[in-house]
């Protein structure tokens, strides 16, 4: 499918170097977007200047919630040149998010062109102090004008650009994490395995609670035992107990990471032992008050790798690795950035460039 370009005259003014880019605040000057019309499909590919929407009130997604995002970030190497990690990973996991939202099928190649379409176009924009990078969302709404209950008819799927800082400013920081044992956020069958906003919107009250306890982030339990770890809000968990490094399995209602393939394929290749497997929160406080727990972190685009200093389960405090952050931790965080910016090679594929 060609992509019309339409270039803005009054770019903006961009962040400086010493701005510290909060997490998904500036936009840069364009976008892209394409439409899907039943009975035509995907059509009039095209990128934009950054621009306000004009949607029906009536729109379905503000209704009922048909919508679909993927997220992921392009680097620029110290030689200029720009990478994006496993694009492809995403393209799969956004068509099994559409698949299960009724929303229509993207071509995977197209996905992965209108990323680096775009990207080409807002190039200056990528930020290139230790620790950015350019964050880019992609996601489909549905735009039919319409109360029923039914999917769209039409849709419009759009990638948008934020410039983004080190997720730590003093580098990797341990975080506090509140095992949730009142809300739950997925149940298999739901839509606990797709990349979509009704589970963060079924989220929130919980963080809410974490935060006014003190914890950045919640970690889920199952939503049918309440027993079994599932997620943290936008991270897969990992956890290192006596030597292995395990975490929870697919199970249909908990998110596949892109970085939570990518560290057990890391592991695998290093030659440390690794469980995919279900975790009772049990064995987690029985592992922390034995001292089995050597490492726990959580993983995500955007932090990367998150090392987890505190879990809290109940009345039951647990800290993890006294302040430090593990030696595996480190290593799959050093890993990863080093092969998101073109330092270390990584398997193949892993890379792909922008031209
Ligand atoms: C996006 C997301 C993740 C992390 O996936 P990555 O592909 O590693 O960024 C984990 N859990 C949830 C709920 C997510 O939305």
Redesign the pocket.
Known sequence: MDIRIEKTTTPKQKPGSDNPLVFGTIFTDHMFEMDYTEGIGWHDARIVPYHKLELEPSSMVFHYGQEMFE??KAYKTDDGRILLFRPD??AQ?ANRSNKRLCIPYIPEGLFVESIKAVVSVDRDWIPTKPGTSLYIRPFVIATDPFLGVRPSHTYKYMVILSPVGAYYESGLDPVKIWIEDEYVRAVKGGIGEA?TGG?YAASLASQVKAHDEGYAQVLWLDGVHRKYIE??????IFFKINGTVVTPELNGS??P????DSVLELCREWGIPTEEKRISVDEIVEAARTGAMEECFG????AVISPVGELRYEQELMPIGGGQIGPVTQRLYDTITGIQLGRIEGPKGWSVEVK
């Open positions: 997220g992921l990973k995403n996991r990349k589970n997620e943290v809000g936008s991270m897969n908990i998110l990471g892109v970085t939570r993983t995500g685009t955007a």
